[in-house]
């Protein structure tokens, strides 16, 4: 009995202690999106690609992430120009 109650204690550790940073990374994602004024297909694939953005195990820089976010974003949207390049300086500062 008490090996299943530390087993139960333990599993529920893991499950809050593992949710946390997928809860964090929903939510930036999110306040991006929503920065970004996104709707539709583009607030998804922006989403997509948001969420499966893995920095912890890549070794990518905060600023590389979002470059290759805004890239996605850019491929998304087929720019291509002046318009990518302006689409690109107002993605990477946040505007």
């Known amino acids: 009995m008490k090996k299943l109650v530390l087993a139960l204690l333990l599993s529920s550790v893991c499950l809050s202690v ?37 920095s912890a195990s890549s070794g990518l820089t905060a600023q590389q992430n979002k470059m290759k976010t805004c890239n996605a974003d850019a491929k998304t949207k087929a720019l291509q120009g002046d318009e990518r390049k302006a689409f690109m300086k107002s993605c990477l500062s946040g505007k």
């Open 18 to 54: 593992s949710a946390g940073p997928q809860q964090e990374k929903m939510k930036t994602c999110n306040a991006d999106a929503s920065t970004k004024a996104l709707k539709g297909d583009e607030r998804k694939a922006f989403m997509k690609t948001c969420l499966s953005a893995d």
